[in-house]
């Protein structure tokens, strides 16, 4: 069994941090409703932020962990992914494409502690109340469940509202691959089996934060993610396997005749508080843990909510180069549309034929995905993961009259309230514009010189390297 995965767990990660003095630990006691989130909110606002332990945490005897994805290249380190964001994409891609198989193990760490009776869930697993206005107390778990026609598992990430007793209100969208299977077993009339993981390698939050398609195992891209089969245990009552390296796991059936009640509002991934809405109550089977008790929370709408969507970026760079092979150059999204709804896709206009192609890539952009809203195209010399550089090319080489489109309403995502609102009308429709922000110089504008200096090209300055002139220490500190 790999001493890093399955055997030490998440909990060796934070430890493995602590020893590199990459961690905060809070040591004084902290109350899950409000509180804890408050910590994450306000440190998310501090550039730099280590990932947190939180040693007490009122009413609870397990540690709680938070804010290891807020920083994508500690995230990169810690699986041994290379930094470069176009070898990032690619490494990413070709896990996708060369998924490994977990594997079967007969017990893990995640099952060193079994309850089937007597417990009760809200008094034993910390859950918190993120904002003021929260409808109840909340996890953000990995969850596991399975197609029961195919029998194909799907891994994805949905929070759960602690019901009354041991239940457990899970948030299952019909547009997610969750909803579908879930929708299978209604039909059908049987008992719906949910896993509920928490506090797992980042390998499996990464993988199931992936959009894959339908059909394909999360766990899958989780191995080839470390270079191994993730090891999988049985449930103890329900006919689902979880990885062995997991935290806590919370088992549990939704039966027929599929009770629902109100969830929310909570804060969603774009800080707006979502709407109550009816949602399926799951009854908790079973619980088990690790004899070191360890949780993880995560808090809508930080930076680590929107880094544990650093797969978007590969997902979208491979659909958007797969159509337009050499004339994109790169591509991804912009932090502050939550790495969802705003593109940047750098294109490679090099020729008079060319003009006009970079509206193409535009238009295919927005087939990825009804989460973008917005595609800005920019030159090669622009870096796209640099915002300023960003604004800077639409500053100096956009005329909006001739450069900016608005495209006829499309398809939007319900969560951003522009878009959501409009389900609320009269004439009820989940629709948005669409915008097209051409930053790239035209190609005929390219050439265009006055007394010698062309007008479009950036002053030069002499290349040096920094490592030249700086201390070891100091290179180390500034230069990454």
């Not at 003095?21 to 902290?30: A, C, M, S």
């Not at 994805?69 to 990032?88: A, G, H, M, S, T």
């Not at 809200?122 to 953000?140: E, H, M, V």
């Not at 927005?366 to 920019?378: Q, Y």
Request: charged share 25%; aromatic share 8%; proline share 7%.
């Amino acid at each position: 069994m790999p001493q890093t995965y399955e055997k030490l767990g998440l909990s060796q990660v934070f430890a493995e941090l602590k020893n590199k003095k990459d961690l905060l630990i809070i040591e004084r006691e902290v109350d899950p409703e409000n509180e804890l989130a408050g910590i994450i909110v306000a440190l998310d606002k501090v550039e730099g932020a280590p990932p947190i332990i939180f040693n007490r945490v009122k009413g609870y005897d397990f540690q709680v962990g938070a804010n290891l994805f807020i920083d994508r290249n500690r995230v990169c380190q810690i699986l041994k992914l290379p930094q470069n964001p176009i070898e990032f994409k690619e490494k990413y891609l070709q896990a996708i494409e060369n998924p490994i198989s977990p594997v079967i193990v007969n017990k893990g760490p995640c099952q060193e502690v079994v309850l089937l009776k007597d417990f009760n869930l809200f008094q034993l697993i910390p859950s918190i109340k993120a904002g003021l206005d929260d409808g109840g107390r909340y996890l953000q778990p990995v969850i596991i469940t399975k197609d029961p026609e195919r029998k194909i598992r799907n891994m994805g990430m949905y929070r759960g509202m602690m019901g009354g007793g041991n239940k457990l209100v899970v948030n299952i969208r019909k547009e997610a691959h969750i909803g579908l299977h879930f929708d299978r077993a209604k039909r059908r009339g049987i008992s719906f089996p949910v896993a509920v993981v928490i506090g797992a390698h980042p390998d499996i939050y990464l993988a199931a934060c992936t959009k894959l398609p339908h059909f394909h195992d999360e766990l899958g891209l989780a191995g080839a993610l470390r270079g191994t089969p993730v090891e999988l245990v049985k449930c103890q009552t329900i006919d689902l396997e979880v990885p062995a390296c997991a935290s806590i796991v919370i088992e549990g059936e939704i039966r027929p005749p599929y009770e629902e009640t109100t969830e929310g509002p909570w804060p969603e991934y774009l800080k707006y508080l979502s709407l109550p809405a009816k949602r399926p109550i799951m009854e908790v089977t079973a619980i088990t843990y690790r004899k070191n008790k360890f949780s993880y929370v995560v808090v809508a709408g930080t930076k680590e909510n929107y880094a544990l969507r650093i797969s978007n970026a590969p997902m979208f760079y491979g659909y958007i180069k797969n159509v337009f092979p050499d004339f994109v150059v790169d591509a991804t999204f912009t932090p502050g549309s939550a790495y969802w709804h705003h593109v940047i896709i750098q294109v490679n206009k090099n020729h008079y034929e060319l003009e006009g192609m970079q509206i193409n890539v535009a238009l295919t952009a927005f087939g990825f995905s009804t989460h973008v809203d917005t595609v800005i195209l920019v030159d090669p010399d622009i870096d796209i993961y640099d915002m300023n550089e960003v604004e800077w090319a639409m500053a100096t080489r956009c005329n909006p009259k001739d450069q900016i489109h608005i495209l006829p309403e499309g398809r939007g995502y319900r969560i951003p309230p522009i878009v959501g609102i409009r389900d609320m009308l009269e004439n009820p429709r989940l629709t948005k514009a669409k915008m097209i922000i051409d930053a790239t110089v035209p190609y005929h504008l390219k050439q265009k010189e006055r007394v010698g200096v062309k007008i479009f090209e950036k002053a030069r300055i002499m290349q040096v390297n920094l490592r030249d002139y700086l201390k070891p220490e100091d290179a180390q500190k500034y230069i990454r």
